[in-house]
């Protein structure tokens, strides 16, 4: 099975700073790749996905996340955190056997 | 809107009770999940079921079982709970296809085993 690695556990930044957070999967086939965000006390909701064609997907809220085949990585990016970004962000793959995997998660702090 | 209704927001349980977590959707999904969720582990998949009455394990399905005998439910059940079982419950669903649909996913179940 599909398995997704996340660097980051916990991320502190300021606000204004710029995002990125890795995330890594191991599958050898097609894979599709989604970044999930949990606000406190929230249910998961999608940023965004990749499915196929332009590796650069554009999410919600201005994130971003690139997909490179050649180093299976899927790393989520946004040039400037706002303090409302304070959540923990998920990374997960889906090798198409219908089993999504996730990561352990990496906690974003934002300070005002 | 997509909606996934799990049963209880909180449970308190004792050890060796039989518990059933209960999941509804209401999109006609073929795909159901139950994953675990633990600080630092993330979401960890217990069982996924692609159809009615068809279920496949997942990384962790050892104590747990589930039964989807309708498209829209998927139950999932501790036969014997444990401390260990301590933890957040989420249930998803999804499409069934090539693996390009998204999971969307209920509040969640906290359960506390005593």
């Known amino acids: 099975a599909q398995s997704v690695s996340q660097h980051n556990h916990h991320v502190i930044l300021s606000e204004a700073a710029s995002l990125e957070l890795g995330c890594n999967y191991s599958y050898g086939g097609t894979v599709n790749l989604f970044w999930y965000v949990q606000y406190p006390g929230q249910h998961l909701q999608l940023l965004l996905k990749y499915f196929s064609g332009d590796p650069l997907v554009k999410g919600i809220k201005g994130f971003e996340a690139e997909f490179i085949k050649s180093k299976f990585s899927f790393n989520l990016r946004k040039p400037s955190v706002q303090w409302s970004d304070t959540a923990e962000y998920f990374c997960?793959?889906?090798?198409?056997?219908?089993?999504?995997?996730f990561g352990a998660g990496t906690r974003l702090t934002v300070k005002p | 809107d997509v909606k996934v209704t799990q049963s209880s927001r909180y449970l308190v349980k004792r050890t060796g009770e039989k518990v059933f977590l209960e999941c509804v959707q209401d999109m006609d999904h073929e795909n159901m999940f139950w994953y675990r969720q633990d600080p630092g582990l993330g979401l960890r998949l217990i069982y996924f079921s692609y159809d009615v009455k068809m279920k496949e394990k997942g990384d962790i399905p050892e104590g747990y079982s589930v039964s989807r005998e309708k498209k829209e439910r998927f139950s999932l059940i501790l036969e014997s709970a444990s401390t260990n079982q301590t933890s957040m419950y989420l249930c998803a669903s999804s499409f069934f296809g090539t693996g390009n649909a998204e999971a969307f996913f209920g509040q969640g179940t906290r359960l506390t085993v005593v």
């Open positions: 997960a793959v889906n090798g198409g056997h219908n089993d999504m995997r």
